[in-house]
């Protein structure tokens, strides 16, 4: 694998990190994307993917479009998952080349994958990508990242030490009306900038067991592969079908980064707080209250229709995601509709047709900045301390949400200042799976 990389891809890309001229390069794509095939067979990344469902059909499908990226294996714990993830991938091909694996440690173990796309269960994430890191490949994991703040420390510290290129899986950073809008808060425009909006739906505390079934053979569903470090349970068809999601020992923060992965760190992104976190995180019944050393207030709102109509935060229906940074001369609000709505009138006259209007759930651009990284060496637009440090404030505020109560949290030493119980809660005991 060499080590160039087109320039009109890079250019994109990293503008799409900085958000320095996202409004000038937003309309720009891959040329990947557009049937470039410059690279040979030595020359191409070789992608392995670990979990494969819906949401990596779709990620999945977006990698296939680089001429330069090769999928070689899948690992998943399900037969049929495997078996359609493989007929997806030498469809592509058009060849019968893919390898399938129910143990995602036999893909990590070819020295020939250069990359991984993790995209299991929450409860995996942290743990297959410190895996997948000292097994020295690099990282594209869904969010949320870790289910836990220890979780998220220690998958940043791992890339860092491994020395590999990680990417979240939090492609509104890609995305150019969610650039604009940073921009927009970056540049001045909306003046001195006060209250930051990110939008979830409720959050949710269950842990009911469902009932026990007979357990199908290993080769089929691997029951104690997918439980991996979360606690032993009986098993159920409805968990591996999906219904985990919710689920204490499965899911994340009551199930808050399931957006806040995405709006809180947008809104970390508009405070050019990538470095930091908010301070302070104060739960009500419509919302959880952050703020910020610098004294600006993050708004964690919560949507009990997230697929209807927005709340009264909210101007219009922008889609899923909606986020919304209000300043003492204007505000800007967008989502994955692709809509920007600024006000006063005369900022929204600004916009125009200056960006391109793409759906926030796209992750063309965010893989190729994956990939071109790969290349490079250079962060990606979500590298782990971006997503340290969104994922731990998501975290923080769900905490504060579970408790009930105000939380201070010293964002250096990353701990909650006076609460034992809340400390607690930073991390969990993993199950021993390892078979």
């Known amino acids: 694998m060499n080590q160039s990389t087109n320039t009109t891809r890079r250019d994109f890309l990293v503008n799409a990190a900085t958000a320095s001229t996202a409004i000038s390069m937003a309309t720009v794509l891959p040329s990947d994307v557009l049937g470039r095939d410059s690279t040979g067979p030595n020359d191409k990344i070789s992608l392995g993917v670990i979990g494969i469902g819906p949401r990596c059909n779709y990620v999945l499908t977006s990698m296939l479009k680089y001429s330069d990226i090769r999928c070689v294996a899948i690992a998943d714990v399900q037969a049929q998952r495997r078996t359609a993830g493989k007929a997806m991938v030498d469809g592509h091909y058009q060849n019968n080349d893919c390898i399938v694996y129910d143990d ?35 990282v594209y994991s869904e969010k949320p990242c870790g289910i836990t703040i220890a979780d998220c420390q220690e998958l940043a510290d791992t890339m860092h030490r491994e020395q590999r290129v990680f990417q979240a899986g939090t492609q509104r950073r890609s995305v150019p009306n969610f650039q604009m809008a940073v921009e927009m808060a970056h540049s001045g425009k909306l003046g001195k900038l006060h209250t930051l909006h990110a939008s979830i739906y409720m959050p949710v505390l269950d842990n009911t067991w469902l009932p026990a079934q007979s357990q199908p053979p290993r080769d089929v569903v691997d029951w104690n592969l997918w439980l991996g470090p979360a606690p032993w349970r009986p098993y159920n068809q409805a968990y591996v079908n999906g219904k985990w999601r919710g689920q204490w020992d499965f899911d994340s923060g009551a199930r808050l980064l399931d957006w806040g992965a995405h709006t809180v760190d947008l809104c ?8 930091t976190m908010p301070i302070e995180y104060e739960p009500t019944d419509k919302n959880i209250i952050c703020r910020y050393a610098n004294g600006v207030k993050l708004v964690i709102d919560f949507l009990s229709d997230p697929f209807g109509d927005r709340s009264p935060h909210y101007i219009t229906r922008l889609g899923t995601c909606p986020v919304r940074f209000v300043g003492d001369q204007g505000s800007v609000e967008t989502g994955d509709s692709g809509e920007i709505v600024a006000k006063p009138e005369s900022l929204a006259a600004e916009l125009g047709s200056q960006y391109k209007r793409i759906r926030g759930l796209d992750v063309t651009a965010h893989a190729g900045n994956f990939f071109d990284c790969i290349r490079s060496r250079e962060k990606t637009a979500a590298n782990p301390d971006v997503m340290r440090r969104s994922h731990i404030a998501s975290h923080a505020a769900a905490i504060a949400w579970i408790l009930g109560r105000k939380l201070k949290l010293d964002p250096v030493k990353e701990e909650f200042i006076g609460d034992a119980d809340a400390n607690l809660l930073r991390s969990r005991a993993a199950r021993r799976w390892s078979t």
């Not at 995602?104 to 020939?112: P, S």
């Not at 970390?268 to 470095?275: I, L, P, R, T, V």
């Open 104 to 138: 995602f440690r036999e893909l990590l173990d070819r020295k020939d994958i250069d990359a991984v796309l993790i995209a299991t269960g929450d409860r995996w994430h942290a743990a297959a990508s410190i895996l997948a890191a000292k097994a020295g490949k690099d």
């Open 268 to 275: 970390q992104w508009a405070n050019q707080a990538d470095d």
